[in-house]
């Protein structure tokens, strides 16, 4: 009983990490990364598409995103998308394909980056608490329906603050890999 409550935490905290680290790829370093595009949607033909949908994404270098789109009519429509969304990018186009050039962060930006990145980072491990205090309940009920013993309840939430401790740990690790890429010049 107490192993299934653990099991199912375990993989709800790890669903928490991996959404972190997939808001990370969103968040602009100074490298390029189509991650930056995903969230951005096409009106194409009235429906709403994602650009990697309608064009090839490619990072020839280390600044600048390539788009191609596969029907030419759609440059000027993925431009305005773009500008819409704005993340920050003037998209550039010379008839066949638009290009993205990533400017370099500011000192100033970097740190401000940073302190978005803790925020998420801590919003996470808030979440990360949340689970943890759920499953705690999950199991003082079990002990209340005589379905598990005292001890199995104190092993278990042993167990469960254990678990916590090594995904809050994870997201350190996590935040400190992004920070450095970020401060990185």
């Known amino acids: 009983m107490a192993k299934n409550v653990i099991a199912a935490m375990k993989a709800h905290m790890e669903k928490t990490v991996d959404s972190l680290r997939k808001e990370y790829l969103k968040v602009r370093t100074g490298r390029a990364t189509t991650a930056l595009l995903d969230d951005i949607k096409v009106n194409y033909y009235d429906t709403p598409t994602a650009i990697n949908q309608l064009a090839s994404l490619a990072v020839p270098e280390a600044r600048v995103i390539i788009i191609q789109p596969w029907e ?13 969304a704005n993340i920050g990018l003037t998209p550039t186009n010379d008839g066949k394909l638009i290009r ?3 400017p370099p962060l500011t000192e100033e930006r970097r740190k ?3 302190k978005q990145l803790k925020k998420m980072a801590e919003d996470s ?3 990360i608490r949340s689970i943890r205090r759920d ?3 999950e199991l003082k009920k079990l002990e209340k329906d005589k379905k598990i013993s005292e001890d199995d309840l104190k092993r278990a939430e042993k167990e469960v603050q254990d ?3 090594g995904f809050v740990l994870k997201i350190d690790e996590v935040l400190a890999n992004k920070e ?3 401060m990185e010049v």
């Open 72 to 84: 030419s009519k759609l440059i000027s429509v993925i431009e305005k998308a773009i500008l819409l």
């Open 100 to 102: 993205l050039s990533l």
């Open 112 to 114: 401000e980056i940073v």
């Open 125 to 127: 491990k808030i979440a």
């Open 135 to 137: 499953s705690n309940d």
């Open 163 to 165: 678990v916590t401790n």
């Open 180 to 182: 450095k890429e970020v």
